[in-house]
């Protein structure tokens, strides 16, 4: 794998996970209690021996960044790194990112330096564990110029993706961006050939794009350089390169999960406290990495918690947490029940003198108050929510904008280091 550089977009705004990325860019978001959503991209490579990794973003970086330099530390024997590239200014381009092909094009100075002749393109929300060394063995294998890993889907869920039909060589012949009606009936494959059973591929008759790909780094190049217009892989690039090139598919057929919304990442948060969940941290040969951070373990008195995560560093005194994830250095006071709930946690604990300090002039304290009921819900760190607080979406709202709040599809949504008054009811 020493012939391959990873690429990892980190995405333009996160428009559809805002507030979450209100102050810091999508791949810096919480994930499951301790780790950042750039860990499961970034961890999937190591484990795969790939450890010439970028990062591109251009928005809100300086987390990521501060993330990044204090986690991803090579030997200084090896030639691995994990590097930031966020979006500048040259002489050749003074622009935005436009699209996932132009924030490439945009660094392609910095990925020929290398000596590798395969570029390894990958999404930095999506929830998967990959070993990348299949994926890059079947691109060698069919003497591929282009590898597109794609997964089966049933039909209420194809319309949401970009689309893809093969010949019995697994060529990609057809590709089609979210297609509908008779379009989206169009794309039917017999997914068989690709080893589904006969009644897996009644149920997932369509091939989606995953938005991770293989390229060969001279045709890469060629198709970047020669039409520049083309800005986006999945609508542009790979449509115009199945006609000339040899484009293969890559089937994974296993979890794997676009959580670039909020629903989405809410469902996958809280699915990992299961007894089975679809996504599991607890693998010793393919772990997760995130940032080392040395916190004590957590203390918990006369609590009832059943279903949930709770992570290190955290402080709870008789609390109720049913179905929900915990995150770091998270205080919790006596009474609070918490209910299919993502509690982010803090980036600090609060000093003796400031904790007295915010009693004395009737703060909230940051970590959650006596008596406090929260369901449905995701507190962002830092927040202070004070005694005898409710957020429950008591009006039942599935969007809304609240000034110190937000609703997106029934689930409320406190931002990083807001202050909820005692006994305020959402």
Request: proline letters at 4%; charged letters at 25%; aromatic letters at 10%.
């Amino acid at each position: 794998m020493k012939d391959v550089l990873a690429v990892i977009l980190g995405g333009g705004q996160g428009t559809r996970l805002f507030p979450l990325t209100k102050e810091r860019s999508k791949p810096a978001v919480p994930l499951g209690g301790k780790y950042r959503l750039i860990d499961i991209p970034v961890s999937n490579c190591i484990n795969s021996d790939v450890i010439k990794i970028y990062v591109l973003t251009q928005f809100n970086s300086a987390s990521l960044n501060q993330h990044i330099t204090r986690t991803y530390r090579f030997s200084s024997f090896s030639d691995g790194f994990v590097e930031i590239l966020a979006a500048e200014q040259t002489l050749d381009s003074t622009d935005w990112f436009q699209g996932t092909a132009d924030a490439v094009r945009q660094n392609l100075r910095h990925f020929t330096d290398w000596q590798t002749n395969l570029i390894l393109i990958l999404s930095g929300d999506h929830l998967y564990r990959m070993d990348y060394r299949d994926f890059v063995a079947k691109h060698s294998k069919t003497n591929a110029d282009i590898t597109v890993a794609v997964t089966p889907v049933p039909e209420d869920q194809a319309s949401e993706f970009g689309l893809l039909k093969t010949d019995n060589q697994g060529r990609i012949i057809e590709f089609s961006e979210k297609p509908k009606g008779e379009a989206l009936q169009a794309m039917r494959v017999d997914t068989t050939a690709f080893g589904l059973s006969p009644e897996e591929a009644a149920k997932k008759p369509f091939l989606a794009s995953m938005g991770i790909y293989v390229f060969s780094k001279q045709i890469l190049t060629g198709l970047l350089l020669e039409d520049q217009t083309r800005v986006d892989f999945g609508r542009q690039v790979i449509p115009a390169a199945i006609h000339e090139h040899n484009v293969q598919a890559y089937l994974f057929n296993d979890y794997w999960e676009d959580i670039g919304t909020i629903s989405a990442f809410y469902k996958a948060n809280l699915d990992m406290t299961s007894v089975l969940p679809k996504f599991n941290f607890f693998d010793a040969k393919a772990p997760i990495y995130t940032r080392p951070r040395f916190l004590p373990g957590t203390k918990i008195q006369g609590c009832q918690i059943r279903d949930s995560i709770i992570s290190e560093g955290c402080m709870i005194n008789e609390a109720f947490i049913d179905t929900s994830i915990v995150g770091i250095r998270c205080r919790i006071g006596g009474g609070t029940r918490i209910e299919k709930s993502m509690i982010m946690g803090a980036d600090f604990y609060q000093t003796w003198s400031e904790l007295t300090r915010d009693r004395q002039n009737n703060t909230p304290w940051v970590g959650i108050g006596e008596g406090t009921t929260i369901r449905k819900a995701i507190i962002d760190k830092n927040a202070r929510i004070g005694s005898n607080v409710k957020i429950v979406n008591e009006k039942g709202f599935i969007d809304y904008d609240g000034e110190d709040y937000c609703i997106r599809e029934g689930i409320v949504i406190i931002p990083k280091n807001t202050l909820i008054p005692d006994g305020t009811v959402i």
